[in-house]
C-alpha cells in the first residue's frame, strides 16, 4: 500500500482495559470503528497511546487482528511493531504480517540511545524484514535519541520505508526534513498542536491523540487546509488548541483514556507503572471537554442514565 492509503489523520488509539485491566478486545472493535466514524482515515494500534510497553506480544498481534477486521478494507491499519531491540522488531514485523494490517510503525530504538548509524541499521533490518510499508516514528522526549532528518534521508531510498511520524517538536528540523526528502515522502505531524504548522510546511497529516475526541472537528480543519482556505483552517486550529494541549496535562495516554471514558466509550484505566488521573485532572478535563465541545455536557448526562458504550 502506497502512503497516500494511510489518509491524512491517523488516530493512536488507546488499548481498552475491563476492570483486571485485561484487554478488552471486543471494545477495542467499537472504539476502533468510532473512531473512523469520526474523522479517523486510518488507526495506529499499540503505539505509546496504545500503552505498548505494558501490552504483551501476544495481545498485540491480537490487536492488529480484531481492529483491522473491525474497520475492514476502507480505513488502514497501522501496527506499531517497534522496541529497543531490533531483532525483536523484527519478530514483531513478521507477526504484524500475518495480521493483514496495512502497514508497520517502529519507534526510535529508547533507553540504549544507539549512534544515526544504530538507527539506520536497525530501521533497514526491520524494513528488509517485511514487504509492509513502514511508518518511522521521532519521539525524543520519549526515546533521548534524536532521528536526524540526514539519517531520514538515507532511510527514504529504501522502497517500502514510506513516511515519518515527526514528534521532535522542532519546526526547523520539519524544514530541514521538507528541504532534503523526496517529494513522495510523507511526513505526518506527531504533536496534535503542531499539526497545522507542519501543514503549512508541506507535510500530510498527523497521527493523533485529541482525535479520540474531536476527530470531526480535526477532519474539518485539514479539509479547509486542502481546500485552500487556510483562514478558515486557522479557526480551528485556534478553536481546538486547548484541547491539543490539555490532553497532556500529566502523562499520555492518561488524560486521554480519562476523556473517551467521559463521552461514554468505556476503554478503561491504565496498566502500572502509569497512574490514574488525579481528582483535580478529572476536573481540569472535564472543564475542558465542555468548553471545546459544550454539547458533550447534555451527551455525558444522558450516558450516565442510560450506560455507556
Not at 474523522?39 to 506480544?57: K, L, N, R, Y
Not at 500475518?98 to 508497520?104: A, Q
Not at 516514528?137 to 527514504?156: E, F
Not at 475542558?288 to 459544550?294: E, G, N, R, S, T
Amino acid at each position: 500500500m502506497s502512503i497516500m492509503g494511510f489518509g491524512r489523520i491517523l488516530t493512536a488509539m488507546v488499548t481498552p482495559l475491563n476492570d483486571k485491566l485485561e484487554v478488552d478486545f471486543e471494545q477495542a472493535k467499537r472504539l476502533a470503528q468510532y473512531l473512523v466514524k469520526h474523522g479517523s482515515d486510518g488507526i495506529v494500534v499499540c503505539g505509546t497511546t496504545g500503552e505498548s510497553p505494558t501490552v504483551t506480544d501476544d495481545e498485540k498481534v491480537q490487536l492488529f487482528r480484531v481492529v483491522k477486521e473491525a474497520v475492514g478494507p476502507m480505513r488502514t491499519v497501522l501496527a506499531n511493531v517497534g522496541s529497543n531491540s531490533t531483532q525483536a522488531s523484527i519478530d514483531m514485523a513478521r507477526r504484524a504480517v500475518e495480521t493483514k494490517v496495512d502497514g508497520i510503525m517502529a519507534v526510535v530504538p529508547y533507553y540504549n540511545k544507539p549512534s544515526q548509524e544504530g538507527l539506520y541499521r536497525h530501521f533497514k533490518a526491520i524494513a528488509e524484514a517485511t514487504p509492509l510499508p513502514l511508518l518511522l516514528y521521532n519521539v525524543p522526549s520519549r526515546t533521548s535519541c534524536n532521528l536526524s532528518p540526514n539519517t531520514v534521508k538515507r532511510l527514504a531510498q529504501i522502497s517500502n520505508i514510506v513516511a515519518l511520524k515527526e514528534a521532535a517538536g522542532s519546526l526547523d528540523q520539519v524544514s530541514e526534513l521538507k528541504r532534503i526528502l523526496p517529494e513522495n515522502f510523507n511526513v505526518y505531524s506527531g504533536e496534535d498542536s503542531l499539526t497545522l504548522p507542519m501543514l503549512a510546511l508541506g507535510c500530510n497529516g498527523v497521527v493523533s491523540v485529541a482525535s479520540h475526541v474531536i476527530g470531526d472537528e480535526m477532519k474539518q480543519m485539514l479539509d479547509a487546509w486542502f481546500a485552500g482556505d487556510s483562514a478558515l483552517a486557522m479557526k480551528w486550529h485556534l478553536k481546538l488548541y486547548p484541547m491539543f494541549k490539555g490532553l497532556f496535562i500529566t502523562t499520555n495516554p492518561v488524560p486521554v483514556k480519562a476523556m473517551v471514558n467521559m463521552i461514554g466509550i468505556k476503554v478503561g484505566g491504565v496498566r502500572p507503572p502509569l497512574a490514574e488521573a488525579t481528582g483535580e485532572e478529572l476536573k481540569f478535563l472535564e472543564e475542558l471537554l465542555y468548553q471545546v465541545k459544550p454539547e458533550e455536557k447534555a451527551l455525558a448526562a444522558l450516558s450516565s442514565t442510560h450506560g455507556s458504550v
